[in-house]
């Protein structure tokens, strides 16, 4: 006897439902994981931004509402980022050691003459200072491995600035990246009651690379190997 049932419909298959559901479920979530990126990316930025301003016009102990205001998020949001002050400071300070060695380094590249290449160095410092929060800029020191290593490969890299200097007679033989570091520290920190500091500065910097000839009577005083806060973080780095 023929069933007058009609023809049932084809079972969808299971398998395919779900390897069809799987093929577009990662694209989708990659394109949310970007988007979450790319906007935690942009937040991260803002803070560091409005904090950078924030601590050096109020100091390390501005409050963290005040920063997370005026980088336009929720405090929420910063603690997110940034669970701690110590750790906001932290983040500024690797941020402005990572920009002074993208300077040093331009200078070790340089195919100018030593003198010049520092001059480019001062130069770049003092167009960049108002994003420096360092120990010798006013900055806390942070006691971080990776702020460490940082500051080794900028005074390897001006070392090789100096040396290059020594070999063809246009650096004095005492000069020490140290004293680049200081003076890339002065030159950044404007004096109080003048009225265009970048224009002063670039005149320091030039005497102050002029006086890097290869000159006689030596330079007074012992040859700085560190400067006084670094000395500070290094030390307490050291303690177990």
Sequence with gaps: ????????????????????????????????????????????????????????????????????????????????????????????????FQL????????????????????????RTIAARNQLILPLHGGPVIHDGKIVALRTEIRNLLEQVLDRGRRDRTIRPDATPIDIIITGAILAQPLPHTTDWDQLARRQASIFVAGLAATDPPLPGSRPTRARREDESVRAADLP
């Design 1 to 96: 006897m023929t069933s007058s049932l009609p023809n049932p419909r084809p079972r969808s298959s299971l398998r395919g439902t779900i390897s069809t559901g799987m093929s577009e479920t990662p694209t989708e979530a990659r394109r949310v994981t970007r988007r979450l990126r790319s906007d935690a990316a942009a937040n991260r930025e803002r803070i560091l931004a409005a904090a950078t301003i924030a601590v050096r016009r109020d100091g390390e102990r501005v409050p963290m509402a005040t920063i997370a205001e005026q980088a336009g998020v929720g405090i929420g949001t910063l603690y997110r980022h940034y669970p701690t002050r110590e750790a906001l400071l932290a983040a500024l300070t690797l941020r402005s």
């Design 100 to 123: 002074v060695l993208q300077h040093a380094r331009t200078a070790a590249l340089s195919d100018e003459p030593a003198p010049a290449a520092l001059e480019q160095f001062f130069e």
